[in-house]
T-cell receptor, first 117, second 109 residues
C-alpha cells in the first residue's frame, strides 16, 4: 500500500486479556519501529527490526510485551495480561534503509489506540 | 540520560505571528534531529531533518530549523503561521529513538 497500515485502529481489552497489534509497513521497507504514545506524551521507543531481525528491544517495558516480524514484512506487537497502564496509542513506523544509513525520517502509521478497562 | 526535550507545552499565536518552538538534545555521537507534525486525528508527518552540513534546514510548509551545536538546540521556526498550522509538533533525535513530549500549537484566526 501507499502508507504504513496498522490494525485494529481501536482496541478495548479487559485487564488480563492478551492483545495483538498488527503493522503492515510500506512494501520493501527494511526498518520497522514500534512506539508507545501515552496521552499527552511523545512517542516512546519500544523496539526496532531490520528485516526479520529484532535488533533492539530495549524499550519494551516488561516481559509481557513481545514483538515479531517473522518474514521481514508484517510485524505484530503482542501484549500479554494487559494492565491499565498499557493504555496508549501504539505507533508503527517503517523506513527503506537500515537505521545506521538512514538520512531521512520514517513513515508512521496512524496507530492503534489500546484501552484497557 | 540520552534524550530530546521540548520545553514549550502549549503555544498560542495569532495568525501571521512568528513561531519558534524549542528543542534540546542531550546525547553524543552522530547527531541527527527531526521535527514531526501531527495534525488532529492524523499520523505523524516529517517536517524536516538534520544530519550534517548546513545547520539551517528548510522543510515543508515554510518551516525551518537551525542546529546550534554549542547550545545543543534544534529550534523550529516559521515566520508567519496560519490557522492550518494548528497541530502537535514533536522533535526527535538519534534516528527517531528519542522523541520530545511535544508542543501543542494553537493558531487563532
Amino acid at each position: 500500500g501507499a502508507g504504513v497500515s496498522q490494525s485494529p485502529r481501536y482496541k478495548v481489552a479487559k485487564r488480563g486479556q492478551d492483545v495483538a497489534l498488527r503493522c503492515d509497513p510500506i512494501s520493501g521497507h527494511v526498518s520497522l519501529f514500534w512506539y508507545q504514545q501515552a496521552l499527552g506524551q511523545g512517542p516512546e521507543f519500544l523496539t526496532y527490526f531490520q528485516n526479520e531481525a529484532q535488533l533492539d528491544k530495549s524499550g519494551l517495558p516488561s516481559d509481557r510485551f513481545f514483538a515479531e516480524r517473522p518474514e521481514g514484512s508484517v510485524s505484530t506487537l503482542k501484549i500479554q495480561r494487559t494492565q491499565q497502564e498499557d493504555s496508549a496509542v501504539y505507533l508503527c513506523a517503517s523506513s527503506l534503509l537500515n537505521s545506521g544509513a538512514v538520512n531521512y525520517g520514517y513513515t508512521f502509521g496512524s496507530g492503534t489506540r489500546l484501552t484497557v478497562v | 540520560a540520552q534524550s530530546v526535550s521540548q520545553h514549550n507545552h502549549h503555544v498560542i499565536l495569532s495568525e501571521a505571528a512568528s513561531l519558534e518552538l524549542g528543542c534540546n538534545y542531550s546525547y553524543g555521537g552522530t547527531v541527527n534531529l527531526f521535527w514531526y507534525v501531527q495534525y488532529p486525528g492524523q499520523h505523524l508527518q516529517l517536517l524536516l531533518k538534520y544530519f550534517s552540513g548546513d545547520p539551517l534546514v528548510k522543510g515543508i510548509k515554510g518551516f525551518e530549523a537551525e542546529f546550534i551545536k554549542s547550545k545543543f538546540s534544534f529550534n523550529l521556526r516559521k515566520p508567519s503561521v496560519q490557522w492550518s498550522d494548528t497541530a502537535e509538533y514533536f522533535c526527535a533525535g538519534a534516528n527517531n529513538l528519542f522523541f520530545g513530549t511535544g508542543t501543542r500549537l494553537t493558531v487563532i484566526p
